[in-house]
Structure formats: structure tokens, C-alpha cells
């Protein structure tokens, strides 16, 4: 092949990445029907979910998102927003109904990759955190600004999780492979120090922690979905004091974890149910259930619980559990309009709707004839 053929070659693979790229990026602002199917190639969604009318409204992502996080505040418009991975950017869904939304996106370029992951909603903040740059981010709601966090006794290469924000404003970390519980106190965009803990009164309970739960500023929940432990851990920063209730069963898996009034719940994919901690002087767990492959957990209300479940078909469930006379569970189930997609995150709006995010796992490789 001469060196104008390759040249050519090379234009008519970049032009075809960018169609796709733009047509993409148009089709994210226009709903498209529930109807059952495979997703396309290297396909992202958001979806959204009417419990009252069980209906979906698919909103398509630009290709190679990659969404993994998600929060919603308010109502008319509702404002989504959620972690474009794939894409280094955090977006910002306004959904006002099926034929008014559109899409709004913020690129996180400080580093070449820097993969946000899991984010949170603090008044007109968005906090996330860079798995790929090792920063937290800090985006400004009104004026679309960008401070980042880094360095400052932030241990190297630490796999940010997730993040949360306490009531007196302190800001948690997971740092999955540091093996550390990271604390953030922000004093200006100059001005901030990180502190990390661990368990060094019992190294054998690593810490690795996935998802994060706040109860109150002086209780942090958070799961260790490690193949070897599977648990769940609570740590008080101000007496510097890990607890690690026990009572898990064998072959458990703790993926999420919510905290609701004087509860703890956590999504439970290796036993196919939600675990429930009766929080007090001696904390009480029960295993409600079964639902099948929960992963992402959202609360809805103290005993109203909704889930992403990685099943085949993938699934957006619902579990209520009742108190009254006899204490009893219920577990719906409502398939997703696209299968085959890998579920991430999920949250419940003011408006009771559901919004899950998903993407394609696998990956498409263009063949490239250089010779």
C-alpha cells in the first residue's frame, strides 16, 4: 500500500469516528422508544424510570461514556448529573419530560486520563473523584468551574471509589487500592489537607473501601468487596475507631451501601439479596430478599429500596419491607428496555422516578491495514 493509500486509510477511519461520535452526541438529546434489544456498539444510556407507570424513557449517551456514577436533585427540570468515564467528563442531564431534555458535559482535562468515577451533590457543588488522575474534583454548579485536589497526604495511585460529603462539610474518600478511608478538609482551593485511615488495630480487616454511606459526621459506612472479605465497616473519625459488624454469611458479596433513619442497607450480590442493619447498642442484621443480582442500591424512603441487577436481561428491582404486624418483604422486578448493557450507578429523583446508567462492556477494535 503507498503512502497516499495509507493517508487515505487513515481519514476514512477518523472521519467515521467522528460521524459516529457526533451522530452519538445529537441522538443524547432526544428520547427514544422502550423498546427490547441489543445495544449498539460501544452504546452508554441513562436510563429513566416511571414506578407508577413501570414505563422507561432511554436517553442515549455519547459512544465510549462510559457512566458510572449518578445523582439527581430537583424536580421540573430534574438534574442529573453523572461521571463519563470513558469520556474524562462529568454530565449534566436536564430533563424537564420525554420531548424536553438535553445534555450539557464538562471535560475534566488536567491530566490525559483522567477517569472520573463516582460522584455526590453537596448544595451547588458535584464532587467525583478521578480514578485514572488520582484527584478529587470539585464542580461548580453556577459557574461550570473545575478545582481539583491532589497530593497533600493523598497516598499515590490509591483507586479512588467513592465520595461523600459530611454535614460539617468534610469530604470522604474510598481509596480502593491504597487499602485507606481518606478524609478531605478544604479550607480554599489552595488551602486543604488530606488525612487517610486504616485499621492497624487489625490489619487482617482491610479496609479497601468501594462504597461510602454517611450516617452522621462522626459515622462512616462504607463496603469491602474484596474477594477474601466481603465486608462492611463503620469508622468514627473523631475516636479514630473502626467497627466491623459481624454476622455476614459465607459467600456473601457487599457491593453498595445507604443509610436510612436508624438503618443500614447494603446490596448484596453473592447471597441474591439486601442486607439490613438495625442500628444500636447492638446492631442487629437480617437478610431481606431474595432479589436477584443486586449491585447499585438507592433509598427511596426508610424501607423502600431500589437496585440495579446485573442479571442477563439486567434489571432495575424494588424492595419494600413492612413492620407492621407481621414484618414481611416484597421484591419487584422491572427489566430494562436494552440488554446485554453493564449496570452502574443509580438514585431516586424527588419525583419518586428512578435514573440508572449503563453502558456496553464490550469494546470494538477497528482493524488498521498499515502495509
Avoid: C
Wanted: no cysteine; net charge negative; charged share 15%.
Amino acid at each position: 500500500m503507498s503512502q497516499a493509500q495509507r493517508n487515505l486509510w487513515r481519514w476514512l477511519i477518523a472521519l467515521s469516528i467522528a460521524a459516529i461520535s457526533i451522530a452519538a452526541m445529537f441522538a443524547s438529546l432526544h428520547s427514544t422508544p422502550a423498546v427490547a434489544g441489543p445495544p449498539a456498539t460501544g452504546a452508554s444510556y441513562l436510563f429513566r424510570f416511571d414506578a407508577n407507570a413501570q414505563t422507561f424513557v432511554t436517553i442515549p449517551l455519547p459512544a465510549g461514556s462510559i457512566p458510572i456514577g449518578v445523582a439527581v436533585t430537583g424536580t421540573q427540570p430534574t438534574h442529573v448529573w453523572l461521571t463519563e468515564m470513558g469520556r474524562n467528563q462529568i454530565g449534566h442531564v436536564i430533563y424537564t419530560d420525554t420531548n424536553d431534555y438535553q445534555l450539557i458535559e464538562y471535560p475534566v482535562t488536567s491530566t490525559s486520563s483522567s477517569a472520573p468515577f463516582r460522584l455526590t451533590v453537596d448544595g451547588n457543588k458535584v464532587w467525583f473523584t478521578e480514578r485514572g488522575a488520582n484527584r478529587i474534583g470539585r464542580l461548580d454548579m453556577t459557574t461550570g468551574q473545575i478545582d481539583e485536589f491532589y497530593g497533600h497526604g493523598l497516598s499515590p495511585n490509591s483507586g479512588l471509589s467513592d465520595i461523600k460529603v459530611a454535614p460539617n462539610g468534610w469530604v470522604w474518600i474510598g481509596g480502593q487500592w491504597s487499602k485507606r478511608l481518606a478524609q478531605l478538609i478544604v479550607t480554599s482551593t489552595l488551602v486543604y489537607a488530606f488525612t487517610e485511615y486504616t485499621d492497624t488495630a487489625r490489619p487482617a480487616f482491610m479496609v479497601a473501601p468501594y462504597s461510602l454511606a454517611i450516617e452522621n459526621d462522626d459515622s462512616i459506612w462504607f463496603t469491602v468487596p474484596d474477594a477474601a472479605y466481603y465486608k462492611i465497616g463503620q469508622f468514627d473519625p473523631f475516636q479514630r475507631f473502626f467497627q466491623w459488624p459481624q454476622g455476614f454469611r459465607p459467600g456473601s458479596a457487599a457491593q453498595e451501601v445507604v443509610v436510612t433513619p436508624g438503618e443500614v442497607w447494603v446490596s448484596d450480590s453473592g447471597r441474591n439479596q439486601l442486607i439490613q442493619i438495625e442500628l444500636g447498642t447492638l446492631p442487629i442484621i437480617n437478610e431481606r430478599g431474595p432479589i436477584a443480582q443486586p449491585i447499585g442500591l438507592a433509598a427511596e424512603a426508610p424501607h423502600r429500596l431500589w437496585v440495579a441487577q446485573q442479571t442477563a436481561q439486567g434489571a432495575i428491582g424494588r424492595l419494600i419491607y413492612t413492620t407492621e404486624t407481621t414484618p414481611s418483604t416484597s421484591v419487584d422486578s422491572f427489566p430494562l428496555p436494552t440488554v446485554g448493557l453493564y449496570l452502574t450507578g443509580i438514585a431516586v429523583a424527588d419525583d419518586q422516578a428512578v435514573w440508572l446508567a449503563a453502558y456496553q462492556a464490550t469494546r470494538l477494535y477497528l482493524p488498521i491495514i498499515m502495509k
